[in-house]
């Protein structure tokens, strides 16, 4: 009895392949599954392979893996392009009026022809397939088609209805039990992003375009009603962040998102925000780099970019969650500490976590909302009052004996712009103050987390996304995994307690220089071993596993 499946669906841009990889992921989700879709294009208008890999097991999944056990080609491009990845007992299931193979051929495009549908809703037909040939009853079929299409929807189905009763002739191929599981939500990481920042009292969310955070500023478009609140596309990413700090000063809680290229037009602003201590939130979605480089397909190459980014010296904050359900709360996080300390905080994602979709487990119930430092309106308000932590009270303008001045010079208590020594040397110990405030506050929080084996002597240590392929492979060889949640302030805290008693430290990443292993030297830990990925796609199990093991048998 097999409990778990991986589907690969593939055809060109405008075959509706993210719909499709998404529907058999709903399908999968209501057995019980949980599933993970790895989404990969060009980017391109038109034209281009399109495809998406669906995995689904009884165990907790974060990537997807090289082989396949149903491929559905909806082009001829998928057969070639995708051979390698098929097993003895691969299926594959094609449109039979453009493709020619081996395996399952049904006239998909005629099908849809003759329901007075369009091309595109081949993927609703390669639906009814897919549940066919796995022995999934045809109403749950119906019911996702229902809850995902709204045009044509009963033409849809009686499309998905025609080709599952055609497969279903061919007899038992695979069976995928129904788990007991109840299904769980799917969300991108983008959603999740967007959902946890909304839970922590986000209002405004200003944008540009740019892949891959553009599905933060769509997600929230669409349903900006229902969560209450605003979202504003501009001109570029510098009018998007001076708008939301402008927003920020005037105490509303604001974010921004953008990818390498926008963030380096950002990053003025992070010293702004640096200086005149703005609350600012951004989420900066990796993508191979430098310059426009492969702009849909993903990369870890912005770790130091984040670090160092802007002039001067003041303190900030660096989070990288690793899936779905870390993209929720540490995004509510990075909200809360961002108004606690009145810094720049920087969420670190990138295209893999950003777009792939995941079943998603997680209690909204978690996250509270946090106060920020609020003037108590005795005598008169300075905005930048000398304090013992360098935490000032928050006033905002409108406010009845508040004069709120936000000053992007060097200024005294009040805002006033100065140039004296004294002042300068006690506005920048003020600001660094708080890196000792922020550290003592999260050493009361998760800064790591450890998978597998705790006795371990051989730890993977993995950032961001990529500790999904790392986590499982490390189950498969009895190993320990490290991953830093935040990434500055560093948890050398928590990195010494979990390091103490490993021997062998082994970095994953996907850049080319190793960004996070040097950050651990710099800290005083020694990374015995590299295994490093950099052309634009994440780790895959497979191909992880083959990689560790040459290292540790």
């Not at 709903?26 to 060009?42: A, E, M, S």
């Not at 392009?81 to 594959?92: F, V």
């Not at 005629?110 to 009853?137: C, D, F, M, Q, T």
């Not at 935490?391 to 100065?418: C, M, R, W």
Request: hydrophobic fraction near 40%; glycine fraction near 8%.
């Amino acid at each position: 009895m097999q409990k778990e499946c991986s589907i690969l669906i593939g055809g060109q841009a405008g075959d509706g392949i993210k719909l499709a990889g998404a529907l058999v992921a709903n399908l999968l989700n209501r057995l019980g599954y949980w599933t993970f879709v790895y989404i990969d294009y060009p980017s391109l208008i038109t034209g281009g392979h399109n495809f998406a890999i669906v995995r689904a097991g009884s165990e907790k999944i974060l990537a997807h893996a090289d082989k396949v056990n149903i491929l559905v080609a909806l082009n001829q491009e998928t057969v070639e392009k995708h051979a390698w990845r098929l097993k003895e007992k691969t299926l594959i299931v094609f449109d039979s009026n453009s493709v020619k193979a081996k395996g399952l051929g049904l006239p998909l495009s005629e099908i849809v022809k003759n329901k007075g549908l369009p091309l595109i809703a081949r993927n609703s037909a390669g639906l009814g397939a897919v549940a066919s040939v796995l022995e999934i009853e045809f109403p749950i079929v119906a019911d996702v088609i229902r809850s995902s299409i709204k045009k044509k929807t009963k033409e849809n189905i009686e499309a998905a209805k025609v080709v599952y009763n055609q497969t279903k002739k061919l007899g038992k191929i695979f069976k995928l039990p129904l788990l007991k599981n109840p299904p769980k939500p799917l969300l991108t990481g983008n959603e999740a992003i967007a959902l946890g920042a909304v839970k922590a009292g986000l209002k405004a969310y200003i944008a540009y375009p740019m892949t891959p955070s553009t599905g933060i500023l769509h997600y929230l478009a669409k349903h900006k009603e229902k969560l209450n609140i605003v979202t504003i596309q501009l001109e570029n990413e510098i009018g998007v962040i001076g708008a939301a700090q402008g927003a920020s000063y005037a105490g509303v809680k604001t974010m921004v998102g953008t990818s390498g290229g926008g963030f380096a037009l950002m990053t003025e602003h992070l010293s702004l925000a640096g200086q005149a201590e703005i609350p600012t939130v951004i989420v900066l979605a990796q993508r191979p780099a430098p310059a426009s480089g492969v702009p849909t397909y993903t990369a870890q190459g912005d770790l130091f970019f984040a670090l160092h980014a802007g002039h001067g010296d003041f303190p900030r904050i660096v989070i990288a969650p690793g899936d779905v359900e870390e993209a929720f709360y540490l995004t509510a996080e990075a909200l809360n500490l961002a108004w606690k300390f009145q810094i720049p905080v920087i969420i670190l994602s990138d295209k893999h976590l950003s777009e792939s979709i995941f079943s998603a487990e997680f209690d909204e119930n978690k996250i509270i909302r946090g106060n920020p430092k609020i003037w108590n309106k005795k005598g008169e308000y300075k905005r930048y009052a000398f304090t013992k932590n360098g935490i000032s009270p928050l006033a905002f303008p409108g406010q009845k004996k508040a004069v709120v001045k936000s000053n992007s010079y060097e200024h005294d208590e009040f805002g006033i712009t100065t140039e004296n020594p004294k002042l300068v040397t006690k506005g920048s110990e003020k600001r660094l103050k708080k890196m000792k405030a922020i550290e003592d506050v999260l050493m009361k929080k998760e800064t790591v987390k450890v998978y597998g084996n705790p006795k371990s002597k051989t730890a993977l240590i993995a950032w961001g996304s990529t500790k999904g392929a790392v986590v499982e492979v490390a189950k498969s060889h009895n190993l320990k995994v490290i991953q830093p949640l935040f990434l500055h302030p560093f948890p050398v805290w928590e990195l010494k307690k979990h390091l103490s008693n490993v021997k062998r430290i082994i970095g994953v990443e996907v850049n080319s220089t190793g960004q996070l292993c040097k950050l651990l030297k710099f800290n005083g830990f020694k990374v015995d071993e590299q295994i490093l990925k950099y052309d634009g796609r994440p780790f895959t199990v497979d191909e992880l596993e083959k990689k560790v093991k040459k290292i540790i048998l």
